[in-house]
């Protein structure tokens, strides 16, 4: 395998969970996840910056990854040092101490079908 | 946090504005919008430009987003110098005095149920 | 505005026309499409090969795409110098002989209720 | 026809295999895929390892695709040195001994209408 691959800074501009959902199981409840790869032999410290349009950005929201892991993050399940509101526009910015890949992905399910979303986010250091 | 991040001009070629919605608020009104970062400490000065297939472009629709902000622009929303034309093909190009980033979002709702689709845009300067 | 800006090589690895659909006009046929941006201020003579999982290559498909201008075409439509089958797999290449900008998207009508997905392409030179 | 194009390694943050579907054909089976791209003169020896949450990564699993050709690849139908848990979050990473271009999709058809999304993977090296 090659060396860590990624970055370690990453944006994704677009956030927004939407408060309603037709989904019935926790995997279909509207949701807005940061997926992170940590395909290196180091464990990750991860530090993600939650910006809004209109008043301060929150965070750090810090967590781990550990080597040659993945973790799939719902920004739903974020709760300390804040929660995210919910039917606002956000965007984050996710460092690491180590390269990292991530990829951002949104589950709709406001009217009675799902919806998704995702791209890899911008590399950004 | 890290020096501001990301480029000065971006680049989406995808661009259409749904007539139809069968959503019934304005958070489910079929739209196409540009999601904008200024993870910076200094205010972005944003222009706009929108492309067409067979007339000259329109704009530059000018925009501020604030240091360690996000703004999440609805392309249904510009106005000034021009408003966007719906069912029509359209590209855009977003260029900016400081580093941002920049996030292209579609929702539609034509059919009684919405879809998604996201892309970071393409850093090109 | 900046100089011209994109690359004058691209890929898109997913490609696919579902041969079924439920939308009952044009513009909600299951269709597979390549926007293209041409920002600059030369027109771009455009070729498109076709890569196939079992036969070689289609094309070039040619077209041009004007200075400060964008279309956006269905890989249902190319026909010259052949069509793309329905429900097969394919993958494209994107040259121009000036820089422009790429971005791939499908809409899906199978089901009764569309779905969308969209990407930047993959720069390549 | 350009050189050989694309990168020797691509991630993907991104990886869920639904076991649930409305689908009722192959095709509309819940799945995720891997496209590869090989538009170079070389055959790809092309080896994929996957990632999880909790446990040792799995792989590699080898594959071919021929020169001037593609491959989608269902995650759903990979078996050997093992198969993919559905429900399951995952993450993937792609290496090649030529260039080639990789995208990621998902066809998720839990609901009675399918979700698509879409997003070129990250060029790792």
Redesign the interface.
């Known amino acids: 395998?090659?060396d860590p691959?990624?970055a370690t800074?990453w944006?994704?501009?677009?956030?927004?969970i939407?408060s309603g959902s037709?989904?019935t199981t926790p995997?279909?409840i509207s949701h807005e996840?940061v997926?992170?790869?940590n395909?290196g032999a180091r464990d990750a410290d991860v530090r993600i910056?939650v910006?809004?349009?209109?008043r301060?950005?929150a965070g750090p929201f810090r967590l781990a990854v550990k080597a040659?892991?993945?973790?799939?993050i719902k920004f739903n399940d974020l709760s300390d040092p804040a929660s995210i509101p919910r039917?606002t526009?956000?965007?984050s910015?996710i460092?690491a101490d180590v390269p990292i890949?991530?990829?951002?992905?949104?589950?709709?399910?406001?009217?009675?079908?799902?919806?998704?979303?995702?791209?890899?986010?911008?590399?950004?250091?």
């Open positions: 395998m090659a691959i990624g800074a944006a994704i501009a677009e956030g927004y939407p037709t989904g995997a279909l996840t997926c992170i790869l395909a910056t910006f809004f349009a209109d301060d950005p040659r892991r993945t973790r799939h039917d526009d956000f965007a910015l460092e890949v991530v990829q951002h992905t949104r589950l709709d399910s406001r009217q009675p079908a799902l919806a998704l979303m995702s791209t890899i986010a911008f590399p950004a250091a």
